[in-house]
Structure formats: C-alpha cells, structure tokens
C-alpha cells in the first residue's frame, strides 16, 4: 500500500449545512489574509481552506495539549470566541472529525493491526477527557474562590485561613486569566467580520452578538468621516476589492477611535471596552456632533454601505 492510498484528509463534507457555516465563519477568520483579496495568486482556494481547518479543529485537543500558550493557539480561540463558538462545540467536531477519518482508514488495518480504528478513537478521545477534565479544573478553582469569598464575608473562617485560601486559588487561576486576556477582539476584526462574514453580520443567529456589533460598527462610521477627503465612502460588495477596502476602512476607523480615547486619558482598545465606553460617551451627549454629521451625509447620498438601511442609521442625537 502506498503513503497516498494510507492518507485520508479530514473533510467537512460530514456536517450538516449548518454546522458546516459554523465552521467557515471560524476559518475565514483564520486565513482572512489568504482569501477574497484582489491580487488572486495570494488566496487559497475554498477546498484548500476547508481541508487545513478541518486538520486544525481534529487535532485541536492534542494542540492544546502541547503547547496551551502558543500563539496559533490563541489566534485559533480568538477566531472562534468571535465567530460565537463556544469550546463544547469545537471539541465536538473534533471527536467527529477523528471518528470519520478513523473509519475511512480500514485498509491501514493492514499495516496497524484490526485494531487500528479503535486505537486511533481511543487515542483522540482520551485528549478530549484530558481537556475536559482541566476545563472543570479551572471551573473547581473559580468555585473555591467565591466560597471563600463569602466565607470571608460572613466571618465563618479566620484572616490566616483566607489568605492562604486567596494565594492557592490565584496560582489556580492563573490559565483562567491567561485565557481571559485572549478574548480581546480588535476593532477591525469586528468591523471585518460585520461586513464579511458568511452570512453578514446583520444575518447573524446570535442576537447578543449581533446588537454588539451593530451598534460597535455604527459608532466605527462616525470616527471615518474625519478621516476621508470625500467626507463619506462607499463599500460595493461586489467589487473585486471589496475585503481590502473593508479592512482598509474599519482600520482608518479604528486608529481615529484609538486616538480619540487616548485624548481622554483612556486606554480601551478591545471591542467590548471600546464599546462600553462609546456607550457611556453617547448618552452623555459627547458625540452628537459626529452623530449629527453622519446623518447628513448619509441623508443626501455620501455613504453608500451594503447592510440595510436599519443597520445605518442606529444612533440617536442625545438631548
């Protein structure tokens, strides 16, 4: 038996359509910059593309296992956080994936013994016990916190007893807060995935998620027009260099929103940061005059943007 007969490549031709969208959203985040762009000798072919993710998530316990901190590893978690997948998910389609390719490798029966499906399922399996059992770790670990939070509070246990409580649990928790720190989502990457993601943004399932952006994407549209000579833009989304000119706008937008804040004295530059903060600044009336401008360019046909027309005019002047 040769090397090409005893490989078999991972395929998403097993889900569903659905899940299968699921998937695409979380690998066009992955290999954004080899995909949809003008200069067609730099994108990979969709094929390609489904190939190496359908790799990354069934080998994604092992990953995880060998180097949790890598920084693929957070690229991987960041994408998927963003996309709205949670890790139940993705270990799911991981078991899947490693229990289709076993099947589809009878003849390495010859060369592995009869038991080399079930090796292999064992094998990929006992990663995915492994990852959960550190998951409900860390679960234990923030468990143990708040009880000897309110302990603390209720004065059930003594001063000595409680900070040696606190030191454990903070060495416990530090993966949590590793973790955590990863889900920072960038400006751009928000912006991008509203107007790129398949389906749009505005077409997303997650409703939470959906609010979010929307109204992240509409306080990105009032920072823009300082930025162009022309006092509006226009996205045709089906332009050949309709990526590039996404991301060309959303990191204009994000670099002004950036300096802005920095004005204030305030350093947010995550998305959900950034977006409490342009929340707060809202109702307190700070951004009318931007708000105020928008609207009037988008009022005599400035702006031209591909989500519908709820979608563009979210904010409100504040009296």
């Given at each position: ?15 569903d ?48 296992e ?23 998910s ?10 289709s ?21 064992f ?37 000595c ?6 030191s ?11 973790r955590?720190?990863?889900k920072?989502?960038?400006?751009v990457?928000?912006w ?26 509409a ?16 996205l045709?989304?089906?332009s ?31 998305s959900?940061a ?10 307190e009336?700070?951004l ?16 031209a943007?591909p ?13």
């Open positions: 038996m040769s090397p090409q007969q005893a490989s078999v490549l991972p395929s998403l031709g097993i889900f359509s659905v899940t299968q969208e699921e998937i695409r959203a979380v690998s066009y985040k992955l290999f954004n910059a080899s995909h949809g762009l003008a200069n067609k000798s730099f994108n990979l072919s969709s094929g390609v593309i489904d190939v190496l993710t359908a790799t990354l998530i069934q080998h994604y316990p092992a990953l995880i060998f180097n949790e901190d890598a920084p693929a590893m957070k690229t991987i978690q960041r994408c998927t956080e963003a996309s709205g997948v949670t890790m139940t993705l270990l799911a389609w991981s078991q899947q994936l490693a229990r390719t076993a099947h589809s490798k009878a003849a390495a029966d010859d060369l592995m013994g009869g038991n080399a499906k079930a090796k292999v399922v094998d990929h399996q006992s990663a995915l016990i492994e990852r959960l059992i550190e998951v409900n770790r860390n679960l234990e670990a923030r468990v143990n916190l708040l009880e000897s939070t309110n302990t603390y509070a209720a004065g059930k246990t003594s001063a007893e409680i900070q040696k409580k606190r454990r649990d903070k060495d416990e928790n530090v993966p949590v807060k590793r955590r720190r990863s920072t989502t960038p400006l990457d928000t991008f995935a509203w107007y790129t993601a398949v389906p749009r943004g505005w077409l997303s399932t997650n409703k939470h998620k959906k609010s979010d952006s929307k109204q992240l994407v306080f990105m549209r009032l920072f823009m027009l300082k930025v162009l000579r022309h006092d509006g833009y226009a045709d989304d089906s050949p260099t309709y990526k590039d000119n996404v991301r060309q706008l959303g990191e204009r937008a994000s670099q002004e929103i950036t300096a802005f804040l920095s004005a204030q004295g305030i350093p947010s530059k995550g959900n950034v977006l409490k903060v342009l929340r707060q600044l809202h109702r009336g700070i009318n005059d931007r708000i105020s401008a928008y609207q009037q360019r988008l009022a005599v046909g400035r702006i943007d989500a519908p027309s709820h979608c563009q005019s979210v904010l409100k002047v504040r009296l």
